[in-house]
């Protein structure tokens, strides 16, 4: 049977949407791994929403947190706020206290992925503060560290991400993931898919 690694995010503009199909699309190049992209619900209204200026939300398919359950592997995305996840994915995660109780994720590997609107935004506390919540389920946190080569000492030009997972900068919103950041996403799905699929055959 297949190991099914879930890609779960919130993206209010559209760039963490954009990162999590290019990590499935590393996810997709392991054999015996079924990769799956999820959404978070929302938590504004459209109202809210539209004064915001974000587009319209994708047909990707809402989680429920007993779907979640159903996952050998997750990576998690979402958007800084104040350098830490959106209050609509800690939301989601506020909700998943039965698989807590019942310990359901315990051992299950996790990677992390974001955006932030500059380079201080918290590229990196974004994740860090992020891994409580892994580590109260007893999930494996998979960093990529430096596995991705020369790509993660890329300073010519502007990239994110970091050793605790793929990112990118959004800027002002007018900014869309680059080439480089798509590259180390496209890695993280091939990377952690592999460790998935490597725990799943072990157990």
Do not use: C
Not at 18 to 25: D, N, T
Not at 53 to 68: F, Y
Not at 170 to 179: K, N
Request: proline residues 5%.
């Amino acid at each position: 049977m297949a190991a099914k690694l879930y890609i779960v995010y919130y993206s209010t503009y559209g760039h963490v949407a954009k990162l999590a199909e290019e990590i499935k699309k590393g996810a997709d190049t392991v054999e015996g791994v079924e990769a799956k992209i999820w959404q978070v619900p929302e938590t504004l209204s459209d109202d809210v929403l539209a004064k915001m200026g974000a587009p319209p939300k994708s047909d990707v398919p809402v989680i429920t947190p007993n779907e979640l359950a159903e996952a050998d592997g997750v990576i998690f995305g979402f958007p800084t706020r104040f350098g830490m996840m959106a209050a609509q994915f800690k939301a989601f995660f506020d909700s998943t206290g039965g698989l807590w109780k019942s310990q359901a994720l315990a051992g299950k590997p996790a990677g992390l992925f974001y955006s932030t609107g500059s380079q201080g935004g918290g590229q990196e506390t974004t994740a860090l503060t992020a891994i409580t919540q892994l580590t109260h389920h007893g999930m494996i946190f998979v960093p990529i560290g430096y596995t991705y080569g020369a790509g993660m000492f890329e300073i010519e030009k502007v990239k994110g991400g970091s050793p605790y997972g793929s990112g990118t900068y959004a800027g002002d919103g007018s900014r869309q993931p680059s080439e480089a950041e798509l590259g180390q996403a496209f890695h993280q799905g091939k990377y952690i898919a592999g460790i998935t699929k490597k725990l799943k055959t072990s157990a």
